[in-house]
Protein backbone atom coordinates (compact mmCIF):
# COMPACT_ATOMS: atom_id res chain seq x y z
CA UNK A 1 0.00 0.00 0.00
CA UNK A 2 1.83 3.68 -0.75
CA UNK A 3 2.28 6.27 1.57
CA UNK A 4 -1.09 8.77 2.15
CA UNK A 5 -1.21 12.26 2.21
CA UNK A 6 -3.27 13.57 5.83
CA UNK A 7 -4.34 17.07 5.80
CA UNK A 8 -5.84 18.87 8.77
CA UNK A 9 -7.76 21.83 7.49
CA UNK A 10 -8.98 24.44 9.80
CA UNK A 11 -10.16 22.34 12.79
CA UNK A 12 -11.93 23.93 15.63
CA UNK A 13 -13.30 22.17 18.63
CA UNK A 14 -14.84 23.44 21.91
CA UNK A 15 -15.76 21.25 24.96
CA UNK A 16 -18.40 24.31 26.65
CA UNK A 17 -16.29 27.03 27.19
CA UNK A 18 -12.64 25.44 26.61
CA UNK A 19 -11.33 25.86 23.34
CA UNK A 20 -9.50 22.39 22.43
CA UNK A 21 -8.75 23.33 19.21
CA UNK A 22 -8.59 26.62 17.29
CA UNK A 23 -8.29 26.81 13.17
CA UNK A 24 -5.64 23.92 13.33
CA UNK A 25 -4.25 23.27 9.69
CA UNK A 26 -1.09 20.90 9.45
CA UNK A 27 -0.19 18.74 6.24
CA UNK A 28 1.85 15.16 6.86
CA UNK A 29 3.07 14.13 3.89
CA UNK A 30 3.48 10.64 2.68
CA UNK A 31 5.72 8.30 5.06
CA UNK A 32 6.20 11.43 7.05
CA UNK A 33 6.29 10.87 10.91
CA UNK A 34 4.88 14.82 12.46
CA UNK A 35 4.96 14.77 15.88
CA UNK A 36 2.76 16.67 17.89
CA UNK A 37 4.19 18.43 21.25
CA UNK A 38 2.61 21.12 23.76
CA UNK A 39 1.89 21.31 26.95
CA UNK A 40 -1.00 19.49 29.15
CA UNK A 41 -4.22 20.07 27.78
CA UNK A 42 -3.26 21.94 24.66
CA UNK A 43 -5.38 19.94 22.29
CA UNK A 44 -3.05 17.24 21.06
CA UNK A 45 -5.32 14.73 22.04
CA UNK A 46 -8.34 16.05 21.07
CA UNK A 47 -6.55 16.63 16.99
CA UNK A 48 -5.47 12.90 17.37
CA UNK A 49 -8.73 11.66 18.06
CA UNK A 50 -10.66 14.00 15.52
CA UNK A 51 -8.20 12.31 12.87
CA UNK A 52 -9.17 9.05 14.32
CA UNK A 53 -12.70 9.60 13.98
CA UNK A 54 -13.56 9.32 17.21
CA UNK A 55 -14.15 13.20 18.44
CA UNK A 56 -16.13 15.09 16.27
CA UNK A 57 -14.91 18.47 15.20
CA UNK A 58 -17.34 22.02 15.22
CA UNK A 59 -15.66 22.76 11.60
CA UNK A 60 -12.70 21.71 9.05
CA UNK A 61 -11.95 18.82 7.36
CA UNK A 62 -9.65 16.16 7.48
CA UNK A 63 -8.45 14.78 4.13
CA UNK A 64 -6.24 11.48 3.36
CA UNK A 65 -5.03 11.01 -0.12
CA UNK A 66 -7.03 14.63 -0.68
CA UNK A 67 -10.22 12.73 -0.05
CA UNK A 68 -12.76 14.35 2.56
CA UNK A 69 -12.76 12.23 5.86
CA UNK A 70 -14.68 13.92 8.15
CA UNK A 71 -18.23 11.93 7.85
CA UNK A 72 -16.29 8.74 7.71
CA UNK A 73 -16.67 6.69 10.72
CA UNK A 74 -14.03 5.32 12.97
CA UNK A 75 -14.77 2.50 11.67
CA UNK A 76 -14.14 3.10 8.18
CA UNK A 77 -10.69 5.41 8.56
CA UNK A 78 -8.26 2.68 8.35
CA UNK A 79 -5.86 4.51 10.63
CA UNK A 80 -3.89 2.41 13.53
CA UNK A 81 -4.37 3.89 17.01
CA UNK A 82 -2.52 3.57 20.00
CA UNK A 83 -3.55 4.56 22.63
CA UNK A 84 -1.34 6.21 26.48
CA UNK A 85 -2.45 2.76 27.68
CA UNK A 86 -4.60 -0.36 28.54
CA UNK A 87 -5.96 -0.49 25.35
CA UNK A 88 -5.68 -4.18 24.34
CA UNK A 89 -8.87 -6.31 24.72
CA UNK A 90 -8.57 -8.12 28.01
CA UNK A 91 -10.05 -11.12 27.11
CA UNK A 92 -7.85 -11.71 23.87
CA UNK A 93 -4.64 -12.95 24.11
CA UNK A 94 -1.43 -11.34 22.52
CA UNK A 95 -1.81 -13.03 18.76
CA UNK A 96 -5.68 -12.49 18.78
CA UNK A 97 -5.06 -8.95 19.78
CA UNK A 98 -2.92 -8.08 17.11
CA UNK A 99 -5.37 -10.00 14.08
CA UNK A 100 -7.96 -8.09 15.41
CA UNK A 101 -8.49 -5.88 12.76
CA UNK A 102 -7.78 -8.98 10.52
CA UNK A 103 -11.31 -10.64 11.84
CA UNK A 104 -13.11 -7.49 11.48
CA UNK A 105 -12.13 -7.24 7.49
CA UNK A 106 -12.89 -11.08 7.36
CA UNK A 107 -9.81 -12.61 6.99
CA UNK A 108 -9.53 -16.64 7.44
CA UNK A 109 -8.43 -17.36 10.73
CA UNK A 110 -5.61 -19.27 9.67
CA UNK A 111 -4.21 -15.71 7.36
CA UNK A 112 -4.68 -13.64 10.31
CA UNK A 113 -2.79 -15.60 12.96
CA UNK A 114 -0.22 -16.10 10.83
CA UNK A 115 0.11 -12.27 10.14
CA UNK A 116 -0.45 -11.78 13.63
CA UNK A 117 2.74 -13.89 14.51
CA UNK A 118 4.50 -11.84 11.91
CA UNK A 119 3.99 -8.54 13.40
CA UNK A 120 5.17 -10.27 17.08
CA UNK A 121 8.13 -10.99 15.85
CA UNK A 122 8.83 -7.46 14.22
CA UNK A 123 7.82 -5.92 17.69
CA UNK A 124 10.32 -9.28 19.26
CA UNK A 125 7.07 -10.69 21.08
CA UNK A 126 6.62 -13.83 19.20
CA UNK A 127 7.25 -15.63 22.62
CA UNK A 128 4.42 -13.96 24.24
CA UNK A 129 2.24 -14.71 21.50
CA UNK A 130 -0.39 -16.44 23.90
CA UNK A 131 -0.11 -14.67 26.99
CA UNK A 132 -2.93 -12.27 27.76
CA UNK A 133 -2.81 -8.91 28.32
CA UNK A 134 -2.31 -8.73 32.14
CA UNK A 135 0.20 -11.60 31.91
CA UNK A 136 2.49 -9.13 30.06
CA UNK A 137 4.74 -6.11 30.94
CA UNK A 138 3.95 -2.20 30.23
CA UNK A 139 6.25 -1.91 27.52
CA UNK A 140 5.55 -5.68 25.99
CA UNK A 141 1.29 -4.11 26.00
CA UNK A 142 2.88 -1.35 23.48
CA UNK A 143 4.19 -3.91 21.31
CA UNK A 144 1.63 -5.46 21.31
CA UNK A 145 -0.88 -2.34 20.69
CA UNK A 146 1.71 -1.08 17.96
CA UNK A 147 1.59 -4.68 16.42
CA UNK A 148 -2.37 -4.71 16.72
CA UNK A 149 -1.86 -1.02 15.03
CA UNK A 150 0.26 -1.73 12.41
CA UNK A 151 -1.59 -5.37 11.06
CA UNK A 152 -4.37 -3.57 9.19
CA UNK A 153 -1.82 -1.95 7.46
CA UNK A 154 -3.34 1.43 8.12
CA UNK A 155 -3.14 4.49 5.78
CA UNK A 156 -2.07 6.42 8.79
CA UNK A 157 -0.58 5.64 12.19
CA UNK A 158 -1.61 7.98 14.86
CA UNK A 159 0.19 7.37 18.70
CA UNK A 160 -0.95 9.49 21.52
CA UNK A 161 1.86 9.56 23.96
CA UNK A 162 2.45 5.75 23.38
CA UNK A 163 5.18 5.47 25.62
CA UNK A 164 4.57 7.90 28.30
CA UNK A 165 3.84 4.68 30.70
CA UNK A 166 6.20 3.33 30.74
CA UNK A 167 10.00 3.84 32.38
CA UNK A 168 13.15 5.52 30.79
CA UNK A 169 14.96 2.64 29.30
CA UNK A 170 12.18 1.20 27.95
CA UNK A 171 10.95 3.96 26.49
CA UNK A 172 14.04 5.10 24.72
CA UNK A 173 14.32 1.66 23.23
CA UNK A 174 10.90 1.74 21.78
CA UNK A 175 10.92 4.88 20.12
CA UNK A 176 13.69 3.86 18.17
CA UNK A 177 12.07 0.39 17.33
CA UNK A 178 8.54 2.54 16.40
CA UNK A 179 10.91 5.21 14.39
CA UNK A 180 12.71 1.70 12.44
CA UNK A 181 9.14 0.50 12.09
CA UNK A 182 7.47 3.49 10.55
CA UNK A 183 10.89 4.42 8.42
CA UNK A 184 10.62 0.60 6.99
CA UNK A 185 7.11 0.71 6.18
CA UNK A 186 6.44 4.02 5.21
CA UNK A 187 3.63 4.97 7.08
CA UNK A 188 2.25 8.40 7.37
CA UNK A 189 2.66 8.93 10.99
CA UNK A 190 1.00 11.51 13.60
CA UNK A 191 2.80 10.99 17.28
CA UNK A 192 1.47 13.15 19.71
CA UNK A 193 3.69 13.93 23.18
CA UNK A 194 4.37 16.25 25.74
CA UNK A 195 8.01 15.14 25.93
CA UNK A 196 10.41 17.12 23.80
CA UNK A 197 13.26 15.21 23.62
CA UNK A 198 10.67 12.40 21.92
CA UNK A 199 9.42 14.34 19.86
CA UNK A 200 13.03 16.09 18.64
CA UNK A 201 14.79 12.47 17.98
CA UNK A 202 12.59 10.50 15.83
CA UNK A 203 10.73 12.94 13.98
CA UNK A 204 11.25 14.57 10.56
CA UNK A 205 9.16 17.22 11.80
CA UNK A 206 7.63 18.82 14.73
CA UNK A 207 4.97 20.34 15.19
CA UNK A 208 4.67 22.85 18.71
CA UNK A 209 1.36 23.65 19.82
CA UNK A 210 -0.14 25.73 21.96
CA UNK A 211 -4.15 26.83 23.18
CA UNK A 212 -5.19 24.71 20.56
CA UNK A 213 -3.07 26.28 17.93
CA UNK A 214 -0.01 25.36 15.91
CA UNK A 215 3.06 27.73 16.89
CA UNK A 216 5.51 26.54 14.40
CA UNK A 217 5.81 23.09 12.29
CA UNK A 218 9.56 22.44 11.63
CA UNK A 219 12.50 19.80 11.22
CA UNK A 220 13.91 19.09 14.98
CA UNK A 221 17.28 21.23 13.81
CA UNK A 222 15.30 24.53 12.85
CA UNK A 223 12.76 23.91 15.94
CA UNK A 224 15.91 24.44 17.42
CA UNK A 225 17.90 26.82 16.29
CA UNK A 226 15.48 29.28 14.73
CA UNK A 227 12.16 28.82 17.28
CA UNK A 228 9.62 31.07 15.47
CA UNK A 229 8.80 32.54 19.24
CA UNK A 230 9.82 32.68 22.74
CA UNK A 231 7.25 30.15 23.75
CA UNK A 232 8.40 27.55 21.34
CA UNK A 233 12.11 28.59 22.32
CA UNK A 234 11.54 27.60 25.88
CA UNK A 235 9.31 24.59 25.11
CA UNK A 236 12.15 23.41 23.02
CA UNK A 237 15.15 22.86 24.67
CA UNK A 238 16.90 24.83 27.71
CA UNK A 239 17.04 28.79 27.21
CA UNK A 240 18.40 31.17 28.78
CA UNK A 241 16.43 34.53 29.25
CA UNK A 242 18.76 37.69 29.94
CA UNK A 243 17.37 41.48 30.18
CA UNK A 244 18.52 43.71 27.07
CA UNK A 245 18.26 46.56 26.00
CA UNK A 246 17.38 46.78 21.75
CA UNK A 247 18.35 49.61 19.79
CA UNK A 248 17.30 49.49 16.00
CA UNK A 249 18.35 45.53 15.28
CA UNK A 250 20.94 45.51 17.83
CA UNK A 251 20.60 44.08 21.44
CA UNK A 252 22.92 45.27 23.74
CA UNK A 253 23.22 42.55 26.27
CA UNK A 254 26.13 41.02 28.73
CA UNK A 255 28.16 44.19 27.31
CA UNK A 256 27.86 42.63 23.49
CA UNK A 257 26.21 44.63 21.54
CA UNK A 258 24.56 41.54 19.09
CA UNK A 259 22.52 42.07 16.11
CA UNK A 260 19.80 40.38 15.74
CA UNK A 261 17.12 39.10 12.47
CA UNK A 262 13.99 40.81 11.36
CA UNK A 263 11.41 41.15 14.40
CA UNK A 264 8.67 43.31 15.14
CA UNK A 265 9.55 45.06 18.71
CA UNK A 266 10.07 48.54 19.28
CA UNK A 267 13.36 49.25 20.67
CA UNK A 268 13.61 49.35 24.19
CA UNK A 269 13.78 46.64 27.25
CA UNK A 270 13.87 43.03 25.77
CA UNK A 271 13.96 39.58 26.79
CA UNK A 272 17.18 37.97 25.12
CA UNK A 273 16.77 34.02 24.28
CA UNK A 274 20.08 32.23 24.49
CA UNK A 275 20.85 28.41 24.63
CA UNK A 276 23.37 27.25 26.91
CA UNK A 277 25.92 26.00 24.61
CA UNK A 278 25.82 29.36 23.06
CA UNK A 279 27.72 30.95 26.15
CA UNK A 280 31.09 30.31 26.58
CA UNK A 281 33.18 30.32 29.64
CA UNK A 282 36.22 32.10 30.10
CA UNK A 283 38.73 32.07 32.60
CA UNK A 284 41.68 34.02 33.67
CA UNK A 285 40.34 37.23 31.85
CA UNK A 286 41.08 40.58 32.83
CA UNK A 287 36.85 41.76 32.47
CA UNK A 288 35.38 39.56 34.40
CA UNK A 289 31.57 39.55 34.59
CA UNK A 290 30.10 36.74 36.47
CA UNK A 291 30.62 34.43 38.78
CA UNK A 292 30.54 30.73 39.08
CA UNK A 293 28.01 28.76 41.36
CA UNK A 294 28.27 25.17 40.28
CA UNK A 295 29.71 22.70 37.50
CA UNK A 296 28.00 19.57 36.78
CA UNK A 297 30.07 16.94 34.97
CA UNK A 298 27.73 15.36 32.72
CA UNK A 299 30.35 13.78 30.61
CA UNK A 300 31.45 15.00 27.04
CA UNK A 301 30.34 18.37 28.53
CA UNK A 302 29.52 19.94 31.59
CA UNK A 303 26.67 22.36 32.67
CA UNK A 304 28.20 25.76 34.20
CA UNK A 305 25.76 28.20 36.21
CA UNK A 306 26.95 31.56 37.00
CA UNK A 307 25.49 34.51 38.25
CA UNK A 308 25.86 37.65 36.69
CA UNK A 309 26.91 41.23 38.69
CA UNK A 310 23.16 42.13 38.42
CA UNK A 311 22.35 38.89 39.95
CA UNK A 312 21.02 37.34 36.78
CA UNK A 313 21.60 33.46 36.75
CA UNK A 314 22.94 32.17 33.50
CA UNK A 315 23.72 28.37 31.92
CA UNK A 316 25.98 27.50 29.78
CA UNK A 317 26.91 24.10 28.32
CA UNK A 318 30.60 23.74 27.73
CA UNK A 319 32.65 20.88 26.96
CA UNK A 320 34.15 19.29 29.49
CA UNK A 321 37.42 19.32 28.13
CA UNK A 322 39.35 22.52 29.83
CA UNK A 323 36.73 23.22 32.30
CA UNK A 324 38.17 20.84 35.09
CA UNK A 325 39.70 24.05 37.30
CA UNK A 326 36.31 25.39 37.42
CA UNK A 327 35.53 25.95 40.68
CA UNK A 328 32.39 27.34 42.74
CA UNK A 329 33.34 31.25 43.34
CA UNK A 330 35.85 31.78 40.17
CA UNK A 331 35.16 35.19 38.50
CA UNK A 332 34.93 34.39 35.12
CA UNK A 333 33.99 36.50 31.62
CA UNK A 334 30.93 35.02 30.10
CA UNK A 335 30.95 35.63 26.37
CA UNK A 336 27.38 35.06 23.94
CA UNK A 337 27.86 33.14 20.43
CA UNK A 338 26.73 35.74 17.85
CA UNK A 339 24.50 33.62 16.22
CA UNK A 340 20.77 32.57 16.76
CA UNK A 341 20.18 35.15 19.45
CA UNK A 342 16.66 35.37 19.52
CA UNK A 343 14.69 38.36 21.44
CA UNK A 344 10.93 38.75 22.43
CA UNK A 345 8.99 41.36 24.62
CA UNK A 346 9.50 41.49 28.17
CA UNK B 1 2.43 -11.87 57.28
CA UNK B 2 1.83 -14.33 60.28
CA UNK B 3 -1.59 -12.19 60.96
CA UNK B 4 -3.00 -12.42 58.03
CA UNK B 5 -2.69 -16.07 57.65
CA UNK B 6 -4.54 -16.55 60.78
CA UNK B 7 -7.22 -13.71 59.80
CA UNK B 8 -8.47 -15.92 57.33
CA UNK B 9 -9.19 -19.01 58.80
CA UNK B 10 -10.82 -17.68 61.97
CA UNK B 11 -12.84 -15.35 59.30
CA UNK B 12 -13.76 -18.17 57.04
CA UNK B 13 -15.01 -20.73 60.48
CA UNK B 14 -16.91 -17.88 62.12
CA UNK B 15 -18.78 -17.46 58.63
CA UNK B 16 -19.38 -21.23 58.30
CA UNK B 17 -20.74 -21.19 61.81
CA UNK B 18 -22.73 -18.27 61.31
CA UNK B 19 -24.29 -19.08 58.80
CA UNK B 20 -24.32 -22.93 59.23
CA UNK B 21 -25.84 -23.42 63.14
CA UNK B 22 -28.91 -22.08 61.86
CA UNK B 23 -29.56 -23.34 59.24
CA UNK B 24 -28.52 -26.80 59.97
CA UNK B 25 -30.93 -26.45 63.62
CA UNK B 26 -33.68 -25.58 61.04
CA UNK B 27 -33.03 -28.07 59.02
CA UNK B 28 -33.03 -30.41 62.10
CA UNK B 29 -36.06 -28.95 63.13
CA UNK B 30 -38.03 -29.63 59.85
CA UNK B 31 -37.29 -33.74 60.11
CA UNK B 32 -38.98 -33.66 63.34
CA UNK B 33 -41.97 -35.72 63.76
CA UNK B 34 -43.49 -35.22 66.83
CA UNK B 35 -41.19 -35.40 69.53
CA UNK B 36 -37.53 -34.53 70.01
CA UNK B 37 -36.15 -37.75 68.94
CA UNK B 38 -38.30 -38.71 66.38
CA UNK B 39 -37.41 -37.62 62.86
CA UNK B 40 -39.11 -38.01 59.57
CA UNK B 41 -39.95 -36.35 56.12
CA UNK B 42 -43.45 -35.68 57.00
CA UNK B 43 -43.11 -32.21 56.56
CA UNK B 44 -41.67 -32.20 53.00
CA UNK B 45 -44.52 -34.08 52.25
CA UNK B 46 -46.71 -32.17 53.61
CA UNK B 47 -45.30 -29.07 51.05
CA UNK B 48 -45.68 -31.17 48.43
CA UNK B 49 -49.43 -32.28 49.50
CA UNK B 50 -50.12 -28.20 48.95
CA UNK B 51 -51.49 -28.05 45.66
CA UNK B 52 -50.66 -24.21 45.30
CA UNK B 53 -46.81 -25.42 46.23
CA UNK B 54 -45.84 -25.81 42.19
CA UNK B 55 -47.92 -22.49 41.08
CA UNK B 56 -46.81 -20.19 43.37
CA UNK B 57 -43.16 -21.05 42.90
CA UNK B 58 -43.79 -20.69 39.01
CA UNK B 59 -45.59 -17.38 39.66
CA UNK B 60 -42.64 -16.46 41.09
CA UNK B 61 -39.88 -17.93 38.93
CA UNK B 62 -41.80 -16.29 36.05
CA UNK B 63 -41.41 -12.41 37.50
CA UNK B 64 -37.71 -12.80 38.73
CA UNK B 65 -37.11 -13.85 34.75
CA UNK B 66 -39.17 -11.23 33.45
CA UNK B 67 -36.88 -8.72 36.16
CA UNK B 68 -33.72 -10.37 35.09
CA UNK B 69 -34.67 -9.96 31.42
CA UNK B 70 -35.41 -5.98 32.01
CA UNK B 71 -32.06 -5.49 34.05
CA UNK B 72 -30.36 -7.28 31.19
CA UNK B 73 -32.54 -5.61 28.29
CA UNK B 74 -32.84 -1.84 30.18
CA UNK B 75 -30.13 -1.29 32.73
CA UNK B 76 -27.11 -3.20 31.20
CA UNK B 77 -27.07 -0.80 27.96
CA UNK B 78 -27.69 2.01 30.29
CA UNK B 79 -24.29 1.63 32.49
CA UNK B 80 -22.68 1.17 29.90
CA UNK B 81 -23.60 3.81 27.89
CA UNK B 82 -23.31 5.95 31.17
CA UNK B 83 -19.42 4.70 30.80
CA UNK B 84 -18.91 4.98 26.88
CA UNK B 85 -20.67 8.31 26.34
CA UNK B 86 -22.06 10.35 29.61
CA UNK B 87 -19.33 9.64 32.14
CA UNK B 88 -20.66 13.14 33.87
CA UNK B 89 -23.90 11.87 34.39
CA UNK B 90 -22.61 8.82 36.55
CA UNK B 91 -22.68 11.00 39.89
CA UNK B 92 -26.00 11.16 39.02
CA UNK B 93 -26.78 8.07 38.57
CA UNK B 94 -25.60 6.93 41.83
CA UNK B 95 -27.58 9.22 43.35
CA UNK B 96 -30.58 7.95 41.76
CA UNK B 97 -30.38 4.50 41.99
CA UNK B 98 -30.77 5.04 45.71
CA UNK B 99 -33.56 6.30 45.97
CA UNK B 100 -35.27 2.84 46.27
CA UNK B 101 -33.61 2.46 49.72
CA UNK B 102 -34.87 5.93 51.10
CA UNK B 103 -38.27 6.12 49.70
CA UNK B 104 -40.48 3.97 51.83
CA UNK B 105 -41.86 0.91 49.75
CA UNK B 106 -45.57 2.26 50.03
CA UNK B 107 -45.02 4.92 48.75
CA UNK B 108 -42.61 3.26 46.13
CA UNK B 109 -45.23 0.75 44.83
CA UNK B 110 -48.21 3.11 44.86
CA UNK B 111 -46.00 5.71 42.80
CA UNK B 112 -44.27 3.49 40.63
CA UNK B 113 -47.68 1.86 40.12
CA UNK B 114 -49.47 4.92 38.86
CA UNK B 115 -46.64 5.55 36.85
CA UNK B 116 -46.80 2.32 35.13
CA UNK B 117 -49.12 1.95 31.60
CA UNK B 118 -52.88 0.94 32.25
CA UNK B 119 -52.18 -2.67 30.55
CA UNK B 120 -49.62 -3.41 32.82
CA UNK B 121 -51.13 -2.60 36.22
CA UNK B 122 -53.53 -5.16 35.87
CA UNK B 123 -51.22 -7.36 35.38
CA UNK B 124 -48.66 -9.14 37.77
CA UNK B 125 -45.98 -8.78 35.36
CA UNK B 126 -45.54 -5.35 37.10
CA UNK B 127 -44.48 -6.96 39.53
CA UNK B 128 -41.32 -7.25 37.41
CA UNK B 129 -40.71 -3.74 36.92
CA UNK B 130 -40.78 -3.21 40.30
CA UNK B 131 -38.28 -5.77 41.39
CA UNK B 132 -35.95 -3.96 38.76
CA UNK B 133 -36.44 -0.80 40.80
CA UNK B 134 -36.24 -2.33 44.41
CA UNK B 135 -32.91 -4.21 42.80
CA UNK B 136 -31.29 -1.05 41.44
CA UNK B 137 -29.47 0.12 44.08
CA UNK B 138 -27.32 -3.09 43.61
CA UNK B 139 -27.68 -4.01 40.00
CA UNK B 140 -26.41 -0.52 39.42
CA UNK B 141 -23.22 -0.69 41.99
CA UNK B 142 -22.31 -4.24 40.53
CA UNK B 143 -22.17 -3.00 37.00
CA UNK B 144 -20.72 0.11 37.60
CA UNK B 145 -17.80 -1.68 39.81
CA UNK B 146 -17.63 -3.98 37.18
CA UNK B 147 -17.09 -1.92 33.87
CA UNK B 148 -15.38 0.99 36.23
CA UNK B 149 -12.61 -2.05 36.49
CA UNK B 150 -11.55 -2.13 32.89
CA UNK B 151 -11.08 1.06 30.34
CA UNK B 152 -13.85 0.19 28.39
CA UNK B 153 -14.29 3.63 26.53
CA UNK B 154 -10.61 2.99 25.41
CA UNK B 155 -10.89 -0.35 24.39
CA UNK B 156 -14.31 0.10 23.17
CA UNK B 157 -12.58 3.02 20.91
CA UNK B 158 -9.46 0.80 19.89
CA UNK B 159 -12.06 -1.84 18.51
CA UNK B 160 -13.51 0.57 16.58
CA UNK B 161 -10.51 2.16 15.34
CA UNK B 162 -9.40 -1.04 13.85
CA UNK B 163 -12.96 -1.68 11.78
CA UNK B 164 -15.55 -3.03 14.17
CA UNK B 165 -18.66 -1.43 13.80
CA UNK B 166 -21.13 -0.85 16.90
CA UNK B 167 -22.30 -3.59 16.86
CA UNK B 168 -18.75 -6.10 16.32
CA UNK B 169 -17.23 -4.08 18.89
CA UNK B 170 -20.26 -5.02 21.43
CA UNK B 171 -20.58 -8.73 20.27
CA UNK B 172 -16.46 -9.34 20.65
CA UNK B 173 -15.41 -6.38 23.12
CA UNK B 174 -17.83 -4.95 25.53
CA UNK B 175 -19.93 -7.64 25.81
CA UNK B 176 -17.37 -10.66 26.61
CA UNK B 177 -15.67 -7.43 28.93
CA UNK B 178 -18.65 -6.95 30.85
CA UNK B 179 -19.87 -10.02 30.74
CA UNK B 180 -19.24 -10.87 34.41
CA UNK B 181 -20.53 -8.15 36.13
CA UNK B 182 -23.55 -8.17 34.20
CA UNK B 183 -24.26 -12.11 35.33
CA UNK B 184 -23.52 -10.16 38.82
CA UNK B 185 -26.21 -8.08 38.63
CA UNK B 186 -28.50 -10.38 36.99
CA UNK B 187 -28.26 -12.89 40.01
CA UNK B 188 -28.69 -9.93 42.36
CA UNK B 189 -32.18 -9.32 40.15
CA UNK B 190 -33.44 -12.94 40.77
CA UNK B 191 -32.28 -13.46 44.06
CA UNK B 192 -34.46 -10.30 45.06
CA UNK B 193 -37.44 -10.78 43.04
CA UNK B 194 -37.48 -14.37 44.14
CA UNK B 195 -37.74 -12.89 48.22
CA UNK B 196 -39.34 -9.85 47.64
CA UNK B 197 -42.50 -10.35 49.83
CA UNK B 198 -43.44 -6.24 51.32
CA UNK B 199 -44.20 -4.37 47.63
CA UNK B 200 -45.70 -7.57 46.63
CA UNK B 201 -48.31 -7.64 49.55
CA UNK B 202 -48.71 -4.20 49.56
CA UNK B 203 -49.85 -4.37 45.61
CA UNK B 204 -52.26 -7.51 47.08
CA UNK B 205 -50.05 -9.50 44.09
CA UNK B 206 -49.49 -13.61 45.42
CA UNK B 207 -46.38 -14.97 44.52
CA UNK B 208 -44.22 -18.02 46.32
CA UNK B 209 -43.03 -16.07 49.30
CA UNK B 210 -46.32 -14.26 50.40
CA UNK B 211 -47.95 -17.86 49.87
CA UNK B 212 -45.03 -19.23 52.26
CA UNK B 213 -46.18 -16.65 54.89
CA UNK B 214 -50.14 -17.49 54.42
CA UNK B 215 -49.22 -21.14 54.34
CA UNK B 216 -47.38 -21.06 57.06
CA UNK B 217 -49.67 -19.59 59.46
CA UNK B 218 -51.49 -23.29 59.61
CA UNK B 219 -48.24 -25.25 59.99
CA UNK B 220 -44.92 -24.04 61.56
CA UNK B 221 -42.89 -27.17 61.06
CA UNK B 222 -44.10 -26.85 57.12
CA UNK B 223 -42.92 -23.17 57.19
CA UNK B 224 -39.85 -24.17 58.77
CA UNK B 225 -39.15 -27.38 56.27
CA UNK B 226 -40.33 -24.50 53.38
CA UNK B 227 -37.49 -21.99 54.57
CA UNK B 228 -35.18 -24.95 54.50
CA UNK B 229 -35.94 -25.78 51.21
CA UNK B 230 -35.94 -22.21 49.52
CA UNK B 231 -32.40 -21.30 51.43
CA UNK B 232 -31.41 -24.37 49.91
CA UNK B 233 -32.91 -23.70 46.38
CA UNK B 234 -31.08 -20.64 46.46
CA UNK B 235 -27.84 -21.87 47.41
CA UNK B 236 -28.51 -24.34 44.64
CA UNK B 237 -28.84 -21.95 42.24
CA UNK B 238 -25.92 -19.60 43.43
CA UNK B 239 -23.37 -22.65 43.24
CA UNK B 240 -24.55 -23.38 39.46
CA UNK B 241 -24.43 -20.15 38.41
CA UNK B 242 -20.98 -19.96 40.25
CA UNK B 243 -19.91 -22.65 38.71
CA UNK B 244 -21.37 -21.80 35.11
CA UNK B 245 -19.61 -18.05 35.39
CA UNK B 246 -16.53 -19.70 36.17
CA UNK B 247 -15.83 -22.30 34.02
CA UNK B 248 -16.34 -19.62 31.42
CA UNK B 249 -14.32 -17.00 32.69
CA UNK B 250 -11.34 -17.51 30.36
CA UNK B 251 -7.97 -16.46 32.75
CA UNK B 252 -7.85 -13.14 30.71
CA UNK B 253 -10.15 -12.03 33.04
CA UNK B 254 -8.47 -13.26 36.39
CA UNK B 255 -6.32 -11.06 37.98
CA UNK B 256 -7.17 -8.18 35.58
CA UNK B 257 -7.83 -4.52 37.64
N1 LIG C 1 -14.44 15.14 26.39
C1 LIG C 1 -14.09 16.35 26.85
N2 LIG C 1 -14.97 17.10 27.54
C2 LIG C 1 -14.63 18.32 28.00
N3 LIG C 1 -13.42 18.89 27.84
C3 LIG C 1 -12.49 18.20 27.16
C4 LIG C 1 -12.77 16.88 26.63
N4 LIG C 1 -11.66 16.44 26.01
C5 LIG C 1 -10.74 17.41 26.14
N5 LIG C 1 -11.23 18.48 26.83
C6 LIG C 1 -10.50 19.73 27.12
O1 LIG C 1 -9.90 20.17 25.95
C7 LIG C 1 -8.57 20.63 26.18
C8 LIG C 1 -7.60 19.87 25.34
O2 LIG C 1 -7.53 18.53 25.80
P1 LIG C 1 -6.57 17.44 25.19
O3 LIG C 1 -6.88 16.14 25.84
O4 LIG C 1 -6.64 17.48 23.71
O5 LIG C 1 -5.15 17.95 25.68
P2 LIG C 1 -3.72 17.28 25.49
O6 LIG C 1 -2.90 18.25 24.73
O7 LIG C 1 -3.84 15.92 24.94
O8 LIG C 1 -3.19 17.24 26.99
P3 LIG C 1 -2.31 16.12 27.72
O9 LIG C 1 -0.88 16.39 27.37
O10 LIG C 1 -2.58 16.40 29.16
O11 LIG C 1 -2.80 14.78 27.29
C9 LIG C 1 -8.36 20.49 27.68
O12 LIG C 1 -8.59 21.73 28.28
C10 LIG C 1 -9.39 19.49 28.11
O13 LIG C 1 -9.80 19.75 29.43
MG1 LIG D 1 -3.48 13.95 25.69
Not at chain 1, 66 to 78: F, I, L, P
Not at chain 1, 130 to 147: E, I, M, N, Y
Not at chain 1, 293 to 317: E, K, N
Request: proline share 4%.
Amino acid sequence: MSSATLEIQGISRRFGDVVALDELDIKIEPGELVALLGPSGCGKTTALRIVAGLESTDSGHVLLRGKDMTEVSANHRNMGMVFQAYSLFPNLNAEENVAFGLQMRKVPKLNRLAKARELLEVVGLNTQAKRFPHQLSGGQQQRVALARALAIEPDVLLLDEPLSALDAQVRANLREEIRRLQLSLGTTTLFVTHDQEEAMSISDRVGVMNNGRLEQIASPDELYNKPASAFVASFVGLMNRLPGVLDSKIVEVLGQRISVADNNLSDGVVKVLIRPERVSVIQDSQDTNATVITRSFLGASSRVICQMRDGTVIQSLVPSAGTGSLNPGDEVKLIIDEHDVLVASV
Amino acid sequence: MKRKSLLLPVTLISCIIFIALPFGSATEFSFRDGGKTKHSLAAYRWILAQEDFLHYLGVSLRLALGAVLITLIIMVPTVAWLHLKAQRYRPLMEFLTLLPLVVPVVALSIGAQSALPEALQSSEYELSFMYVVLAMPYTYRALDIGMSAIPLKTITEAARGLGASWIKAITYVIAPVIRNAVIGSLFLTLALSLGEFTLTSLLHWDTFPTWVTSVSQQNIIGAIALSVFSLAAAFFLLFAIGLVTMRSKSDAMEGHK
